[in-house]
């Protein structure tokens, strides 16, 4: 009998032990019917989000997360009743956005392109926004630096007009 013969026997005759371990269920499907609003919270500008009642037949009743950088209120308003695409995070919680839905129209599709470019706006005129206080910070220290060469250089010439090594006018 060879020795990985052996081995495997012992570890054979050796008491199993199961480990028990819990898991938990998520949900897989990919679409609900969002049957109305929970509620929804405003957080600054932009940011916020609301909160969804969806269902799936035949027994799954749930939430699921609206958020209004991606999907705004008022299209939200216009999913109650019909079916939503939704994605579950690695905790089983529900999500979506405007970019997921499948569209029935051209109209609704203008809508969402006109959404995107209105958030690719605002976030690109904050950027714009920071880079320019940036500059002019820069800018402003820069001024700064400057006059205190002019500073120097006018002391300089003024000091020594006689000593023959000060800056030439011209």
């Known amino acids: 009998m060879s020795t990985t013969t052996k081995c495997l026997l012992f ?9 028990a371990t ?6 897989v499907f990919e679409t609900v019917i ?3 609003i929970l509620y929804h919270i405003r957080d600054g500008k932009r940011n916020g989000y609301t909160v969804g009642r969806v269902k799936r037949e035949p027994s799954f009743n749930g939430i699921c997360l609206f958020p209004n950088e991606s999907f705004p209120l008022s299209e939200v308003e216009k ?6 695409v939704v994605k579950a995070n690695e905790k089983g919680q529900l999500r979506t956005s405007l970019v997921m839905q499948k569209l029935e129209s051209l109209e609704e599709n203008d809508e ?3 959404v995107g470019l209105q958030n690719f706006e605002k ?9 320019f206080d940036e500059v002019m910070k820069e800018q402003i220290l820069t001024n700064l630096d400057i006059n205190k060469l002019r500073r120097v250089f006018h002391l300089w010439n003024s000091d ?5 090594h000060a800056i030439p006018n011209d």
């Open 11 to 19: 570890l054979d005759s050796l008491p199993h032990k199961t480990m």
């Open 22 to 27: 819990k898991t938990d269920i998520m949900p």
């Open 34 to 36: 969002l049957s109305g």
């Open 79 to 84: 999913y109650i009743g019909k079916e939503v």
């Open 112 to 114: 969402l392109i006109a």
């Open 123 to 131: 976030r690109l005129f904050e950027f714009l926004e920071a880079k």
């Open 160 to 164: 020594d007009d006689n000593n023959g």
